[in-house]
């Protein structure tokens, strides 16, 4: 089996995966070494009557509903392309800041168009990165050889367009989802040529089992996480205290903070300071949730050298102390573990408490064996004879899915339960209304349009929810 690398990149209507679409999928395949295999993929998909992209999305790409009608095709569509030509067995899907967010989009299409939301990250040997994450253990442990750009207050900062610039590496136009594709693996080609070590081995460990491996040989090492602060290039050194209680991973502990003011919590107090504030009043409980098939960026307390302890500000002696302190409190981990079950219960209340709709329900629960065989079956048939699945949620997406992608072939009762739920989705609450707010936007913002440019795309968007909009409300 060959094993290739697909980059990625994805420009969506929004920044919600459960609610908002994509409308640019674009693809570049190589061999281990980088080296282009096949012709670039870019694809348009086009916008549906019951969508409203992100006003922000657009101003920031330039794509309106009207360009994605005229130049794409439709989910259904791109489905197929995607299952039969991108998803091959030995890919490793690769992207910038990927499993946060684009993978993220592309298990909610998928679930939504009748296919299994898993499987493309597994199946077949193929398997998932993401190249922040290297970006950044890169630049904290190993930054020698590359230009690493930072913000108006001398910040590091690892945006992606920045990092190519800063490189002089071929990136024409941020937020084009080709162009960001091209510049993922110009920087991909940069950091193998000047740190390939680091390179091969973090690539390596996006294996969970080898993540796996390595936590039952090291319950101290060093972390990269988006979670910690830019002043210290995102990297901390953490102890795992203990499995995590409902993933793959662990739970850690940032080494650089004193534990005692913690250790005598209750899990009921250790819930509420493990809470972001965005004014807290008391130090937030340092402890990280590290899930081993998130291609954690980790590496063993041998890669630290004097330069880089300097560069990141670690005294080693605190370090120690600080993990002899919970290595000495047995039950610590325990009431972590506690507090962790009390905020998973408080999400998942107030989860429960905003209206759902059935796009947003992929993780209400694996999808049914016999419904998994049963969608197989939908593209080898008409949309408009959809079978009866035991799952719920996919008799209810049943109807979308035809609205969407095949709207001349709604019968009747299709066509009804369809404006319904247009109806509910888009136009239920007078002027809190989900169509309401964003018109009432558009014309807000074309109020500030800084150029043509944004004055065209504002007025793009609200000939779209004109267009969209049904003649009675």
Same mark, same amino acid.
């Given at each position: 089996m060959t094993k290739t690398l697909l980059f990625y990149d994805l420009e969506t209507s929004g920044f919600n995966p459960r609610e908002d679409k994509i409308m640019q999928?674009?693809?570049?395949?190589?061999?281990?070494?980088?080296?282009?295999?096949?012709?670039?993929?870019?694809?348009?998909?086009?916008?549906?009557?019951?969508?409203?992209?992100?006003?922000?999305?657009?101003?920031?790409?330039?794509?309106?509903?009207?360009?994605?009608?005229?130049?794409?095709?439709?989910?259904?569509?791109?489905?197929?392309?995607?299952?039969?030509?991108?998803?091959?067995?030995?890919?490793?899907?690769?992207?910038?800041?990927?499993?946060?967010?684009?993978?993220?989009?592309?298990?909610?299409?998928?679930?939504?168009?009748?296919y299994d939301a898993y499987e493309w990250q597994w199946k077949n040997n193929q398997s998932r990165w993401d190249l922040l994450d290297l970006v950044r253990m890169t630049r904290a442990l190993r930054p020698e050889g590359i230009e690493w750009p930072v913000d108006e207050e001398g910040k590091s900062i690892n945006k992606l367009e920045l990092l190519t610039k800063a490189n002089k590496l071929s990136h024409d136009s941020a937020h084009d989802a080709m162009s960001d594709v091209t510049g993922t693996i110009m920087l991909a080609k940069l950091i193998k040529s000047k740190q390939g070590k680091l390179f091969d081995y973090l690539l390596e460990m996006r294996d969970k089992k080898k993540v796996q491996e390595f936590l039952t040989k090291n319950n101290t090492f060093v972390y990269c996480s988006g979670k910690y602060p830019a002043e210290f290039e995102k990297t901390t050194i953490v102890l795992s205290l203990g499995p995590h209680p409902d993933r793959q991973g662990t739970l850690v502990y940032d080494l650089r903070h004193?534990?005692?003011?913690?250790?005598?919590?209750?899990?009921?107090?250790?819930?509420?300071?493990?809470?972001?504030?965005?004014?807290?009043?008391?130090?937030?409980?340092?402890?990280?949730?590290?899930?081993?098939?998130?291609?954690?960026?980790?590496?063993?307390?041998?890669?630290?050298?004097?330069?880089?302890?300097?560069?990141?500000?670690?005294?080693?002696?605190?370090?120690?102390?600080?993990?002899?302190?919970?290595?000495?409190?047995?039950? $610590?981990?325990? #009431?972590?573990?506690? +507090? =962790?079950?009390? %905020?998973?219960?408080? *999400?998942?209340?107030?989860? !429960?408490?905003?209206?759902?709709?059935?796009?947003?329900?992929?993780?209400?629960?694996?999808?049914?064996?016999?419904?998994?065989?049963?969608?197989?079956?939908?593209?080898?048939?008409?949309?408009?004879?959809?079978?009866? $699945?035991?799952? #719920?949620?996919?008799? +209810? =997406?049943?109807? %979308?899915?035809?609205? *969407?992608?095949?709207?001349? !072939?709604?019968?009747?009762?299709?066509?009804?339960?369809?404006?319904?739920?247009?109806?509910?989705?888009?136009?239920?609450?007078?002027?809190?209304?989900?169509?309401?707010?964003y018109m009432t936007q558009i014309t807000q913002r074309k109020q500030t349009a800084k150029d043509s440019n944004q004055t065209y795309l504002l007025d793009e968007l609200s000939l779209w929810g004109e267009s969209i909009m049904p003649e009675v409300l």
């Open positions: 999928f674009a693809g570049q395949r190589t061999d281990m070494d980088l080296n282009p295999v096949g012709e670039p993929i870019n694809y348009y998909i086009k916008m549906t009557e019951d969508s409203l992209p992100s006003i922000d999305a657009v101003l920031l790409t330039g794509i309106t509903p009207q360009k994605t009608l005229e130049d794409g095709i439709t989910e259904a569509e791109f489905v197929k392309i995607f299952d039969a030509q991108i998803s091959q067995p030995g890919t490793t899907f690769v992207g910038f800041n990927s499993i946060r967010f684009d993978d993220e989009f592309m298990r909610f299409f998928l679930y939504r168009n009748f004193d534990p005692d003011e913690f250790l005598n919590l209750s899990a009921e107090e250790l819930a509420k300071r493990w809470k972001y504030e965005k004014e807290p009043k008391t130090k937030r409980l340092p402890v990280k949730s590290m899930q081993s098939n998130r291609c954690p960026a980790i590496a063993p307390m041998s890669v630290f050298d004097g330069k880089s302890i300097k560069r990141l500000s670690i005294d080693l002696s605190i370090v120690d102390s600080n993990k002899q302190k919970l290595l000495g409190n047995k039950d $610590f981990y325990s #009431k972590v573990a506690k +507090a =962790l079950e009390i %905020l998973n219960k408080d *999400r998942e209340s107030g989860y !429960k408490s905003k209206k759902m709709f059935v796009d947003g329900l992929l993780y209400e629960g694996f999808i049914p064996d016999q419904d998994k065989r049963l969608m197989s079956e939908i593209y080898k048939s008409l949309p408009a004879t959809m079978p009866n $699945f035991a799952d #719920k949620r996919l008799n +209810a =997406l049943a109807t %979308l899915y035809v609205a *969407r992608n095949y709207p001349k !072939k709604l019968d009747e009762n299709q066509r009804t339960s369809w404006d319904k739920y247009r109806q509910e989705y888009l136009f239920d609450g007078g002027n809190n209304s989900k169509f309401v707010k």
